[in-house]
Structure formats: structure tokens, C-alpha cells
């Protein structure tokens, strides 16, 4: 199989920084679209995986799943991309496509296991996957995301994660006009959450730990904000929120939060926590209420995302850095030091 070498920042350790390195890519075949990365978001996970939090990275590893470029090649039977279009990569880059799931739109529940953008086995061209922080990517088309022009690409390149990731429980469980919302957390993904709840019509209240993140809930445009340390403030929601979604990816008591739903109440885990949690019984046998959990979405319900979002201006709020900086920028990252996704500017690979 013909391949290109490109540049990329990656790294062959869990204890060694990212740095410059020559990686291989296919040449576009026939269904592949390639495309020159100009954006790539770094998303929490991208660090988990680059540490081996999760036991299972496969080195060398370059991390990258939040990717926005333009067009430079297609193969001889794509059919929805020409060169020069803008275009979007996100969490999966292949599936099975032949179980009830993949035929249902569900990719991201692939009975066989999904292949993601890196860190994953290709089991269709052998070897593993690599990410966005690199030159190029080349995708098959039908995992290829079209971005629409009115979108600023760089704010934008966080929607093909923490967009998804947000916008799926949000539309499954059917927010809309009338809804009173929760969002735990704000962060990458919960800042991105208040947003899109909004453009749905819910009535959007944020839960934080943080006083300063009280201040700047509304600013992103939260109708209200409670410091869930606070006993008295937890008091004004009690019982009253149709749907909470969960973006907290640390240890934290779920409980207090599951009480702050209606009868037929539903709360929604999209963060990670590194440790089980533990759900009181009686705070979902009262009330009926339901604990419950997303993962990203489909290739056809993040389009449907993308589209949404460019329809309500929604982008994320980014720190722009060079690919030069990612070593610092993942220290501050694990320091919660951001606010509230950074974004590599991918013409800095070229310097």
C-alpha cells in the first residue's frame, strides 16, 4: 500500500514529553478522503491516553480526535467530498457497519468495537491509528464530518468531541422548550453544554464547586448558577429539574445532584470518573428518577451537531497555542488551568 511521511507531535513513553516525529500515512484509496489539518482540539482523554491512565495505550501514540482541515484529495469513488471543502474528524474513523448498531446510526455502540482516530488497531489497513496532531489525516468519507463555512474552524474543532458528547444526551432524552436542565460542571464539556441546552429553549441551570465559575456561567449564558457546596442554594432546585447531564470526570456524590430531580427525572454521566460511583437506591426508587449514561454519538447525529451548531453560532471557548507548546499546555491541563478547551493551531508544525 502507497503511504506519505508526514510530521506529527506524539511520543513512545508515558513518561517521555510529546515531540516532533515522522509518522506514515496510506494514500487516499478509493472511498478516502484526505485531509491538511489546520485545527486540532486537545481533548482530556488525549492526556489520559498519552499517560496510559488507561492501561491500553499503544506507542508511539499521537493523540488528537478534534480535527478540522481542508481537502487535498479524494479517492475515485468518494461521492460527498471535492478538494477544498472544509472537513471535520472526530472520535471514529471506522466501524464494522454491518451490525444493528452501525446499521441504526449508532456507531459509537459498534458490537465489534469502533476504530478510533488513534490509539486504536486498524483492522482494516493493519498497524494503529494516528491522530490530529499531525500534518494530514485520511479518512474514509463516511466518517468524515463537512464543516459548514460560517463556523471559525479553530472553536469549532471542540464541537467533534466535547460537542457530540453533549449534544447527544441532550437531543436523546429530548431537551427542549419547557425543560428545567442542570449541568453539572464546567468545563470543556459543560460550558459547551450550556450553550447548546440553550439554543434547545431549556432553562439551564449550572451546579459548580467553583465561586469564579458561578460568575462566568451566565456569561456563557446559563439562566442560573448554584454552588453545589452550599446546602441553602442546592435547596432551590430540590425536585424541580427535569434532566441533569453530568460532565464531571473527578470523584463526587452523585446523590446530592439526584435530588434535584422531578418525578421521571434523568441524570446523565458523560464524564469519566477514574473510581466507581455510588448511587443511593432510595434517590431513584423516590420519584422514579434515572441514573444513566452517553458516549459521544453517531457520524450521522454529529453532523447533525455540527449543523446546529453553525445554525445557533455555538463554538467552544479556546486558548489557541502552537504545537510547540503542548507539553505545557497538558501540565496545565491537568491542573484544570484552562478555560475551556485548548486548540493547536496546526500551521505552527509547519515552522
Same mark, same amino acid.
Given at each position: ?21 515522522? *509518522? ?30 488507561? #492501561? /491500553? ?11 478540522? #482541515? ?48 488513534? $490509539?486504536? *488497531? ?39 468531541? /466535547? ?22 460542571? *464546567? ?5 459547551? /453544554?450550556?450553550?447548546? /441546552? ?128 503542548? $507539553? $505545557? ?6 491542573? #484544570? ?15
Amino acid at each position: 500500500m502507497e503511504t506519505t511521511t508526514v510530521k506529527a507531535y506524539g511520543t513512545e513513553a508515558a513518561t517521555k514529553p510529546l515531540h516532533e516525529m515522522k *509518522i506514515e500515512r496510506r494514500a487516499a484509496t478509493a472511498h478516502d478522503v484526505e485531509i491538511e489539518i489546520l485545527y486540532c482540539g486537545i481533548c482530556h482523554s488525549d492526556l489520559h491516553q498519552v499517560k496510559n491512565d488507561f #492501561g /491500553a495505550a499503544i506507542y508511539p501514540i499521537v493523540p488528537g480526535h478534534e480535527i478540522v #482541515g481542508r481537502v487535498t484529495a479524494i479517492g475515485n469513488h468518494v461521492t460527498k467530498f471535492k478538494v477544498g471543502d472544509l472537513a471535520g474528524v472526530g472520535c471514529i474513523v471506522d466501524t464494522c457497519r454491518t451490525c444493528n448498531n452501525c446499521k441504526e446510526g449508532f456507531e459509537q455502540f459498534c458490537e465489534e468495537g469502533m476504530t478510533f482516530s488513534f $490509539n486504536s *488497531i486498524d483492522k482494516t489497513y493493519g498497524g494503529h491509528t494516528f491522530g490530529g496532531y499531525s500534518e494530514s489525516i485520511v479518512t474514509d468519507e463516511k466518517y468524515v464530518l463537512s464543516i459548514p463555512q460560517t463556523l471559525d474552524l479553530a472553536s469549532a474543532a471542540p464541537l467533534l468531541c /466535547a460537542g457530540i458528547t453533549v449534544y447527544s444526551p441532550l437531543h436523546h432524552w429530548k431537551v427542549g422548550p419547557g425543560t428545567q436542565v442542570g449541568i453539572l460542571g *464546567i468545563g470543556g464539556l459543560g460550558h459547551v /453544554a450550556i450553550k447548546i /441546552a440553550k439554543a434547545m429553549g431549556a432553562f439551564v441551570t449550572v451546579f459548580t464547586t467553583s465561586q469564579s465559575k458561578v460568575d462566568d456561567a451566565k456569561r456563557l449564558g446559563a439562566d442560573d448558577a448554584v454552588l453545589s457546596s452550599d446546602p441553602e442554594q442546592m435547596k432551590k432546585y430540590a425536585g424541580k429539574l427535569n434532566f441533569i447531564l453530568d460532565t464531571v470526570s473527578a470523584k463526587h456524590d452523585v446523590n446530592i445532584y439526584l435530588n434535584q430531580l422531578t418525578v421521571d427525572g434523568t441524570m446523565v454521566l458523560v464524564g469519566l470518573p477514574p473510581e466507581p460511583l455510588s448511587v443511593s437506591a432510595f434517590n431513584v426508587v423516590k420519584g422514579r428518577r434515572s441514573f444513566s449514561g452517553s458516549n459521544i454519538g453517531g457520524i450521522a447525529e454529529t453532523q447533525e451537531m455540527v449543523d446546529f451548531c453553525a445554525k445557533h453560532n455555538i463554538t467552544a471557548d479556546i486558548e489557541l497555542i502552537k504545537i510547540q507548546d503542548i $507539553n $505545557n499546555a497538558y501540565n496545565r491541563l491537568e491542573k #484544570g488551568d484552562v478555560h475551556y478547551r485548548f486548540v493547536i493551531d496546526m500551521a505552527s508544525l509547519k515552522d
